[in-house]
T-cell receptor, first 111, second 116 residues
Framework: QKEVEQDPGPLSVPEGAIVSLNCTYS??????FMWYRQYSRKGPELLMY????GNKEDGRFTAQVDKSSKYISLFIRDSQPSDSATYLC???????????FGGGTRLMVKP | GAVVSQHPSWVICKSGTSVKIECRSL??????MFWYRQFPKQSLMLMAT?????????EQGVEKDKFLINHASLTLSTLTVTSAHPEDSSFYIC????????????FGPGTRLTVL
């Protein structure tokens, strides 16, 4: 079993839809949780960064962390074609330590 | 967010040659840099962690004599792929972290290596 599990997709939604992306993990030591967006042939871009449990909102993006269930989510409201990318969850047990990545979910938003 | 650059962005080389990839943190001091490899449609796989002024720590299965990492300054780390072979063709990405990066790792744009 992988340390971080993420549905690879692809996930195809119409423009304007609410998108829900999820990861589960097994290591209870993880405290830092991140979501990255990666366009094809580009480096990952940090979208959301959360420490411990709770919600964090930034524009159309909301990140949720439920440490009791070892489950994290990223919600994208009013999805746009420009949101089409691969979304990677990542987590760490300490700031500055190595990140453990999920496999990535490929999202396609159709106009 | 902080800016991390990589050079070159893509490189094609002949089998048996060595290739050097640079990773620079442009606006903060990176005490730690990470090197990842990503194959098509797969996630990032950590290759090694380097701390400024120290030897790199390699992940299991990564040959340290083949992938030479140098982190001589707080703004520059290099990855040299020695005696490259076609199976080394991949997307190589670095990330940087420092005390002033507010607990975040910042990724470079990646380097696409093709070995003929």
């Amino acid at each position: 079993q992988k340390e971080v599990e993420q549905d690879p997709g692809p996930l195809s939604v119409p423009e304007g839809a609410i998108v829900s992306l999820n990861c589960t993990y097994s290591n209870s030591a993880f405290q830092y949780f991140m979501w990255y967006r990666q366009y094809s042939r580009k480096g990952p871009e940090l979208l959301m960064y959360t420490y411990s449990s709770g919600n964090k909102e930034d524009g159309r993006f909301t990140a949720q962390v439920d440490k009791s269930s070892k489950y994290i989510s990223l919600f994208i409201r009013d999805s746009q074609p420009s949101d089409s990318a691969t979304y990677l969850c990542a987590m760490s047990d300490n700031a500055g330590n190595m990140l453990t990545f999920g496999g990535g979910t490929r999202l396609m938003v159709k106009p | 967010g902080a800016v991390v650059s990589q050079h070159p962005s893509w490189v094609i080389c002949k089998s048996g040659t060595s290739v050097k990839i640079e990773c620079r943190s442009l606006d903060f001091q990176a005490t730690t840099m990470f090197w990842y490899r990503q194959f098509p449609k797969q996630s990032l796989m950590l290759m090694a962690t380097s701390n400024e002024g120290s030897k790199a720590t390699y992940e299991q299965g990564v040959e340290k004599d083949k992938f030479l990492i140098n982190h001589a300054s707080l703004t520059l780390s290099t990855l040299t792929v020695t005696s490259a072979h076609p199976e080394d063709s991949s997307f190589y990405i670095c990330s940087a972290w420092g005390p002033s990066s507010y607990n975040e790792q910042f990724f470079g744009p990646g380097t696409r290596l093709t070995v003929l």
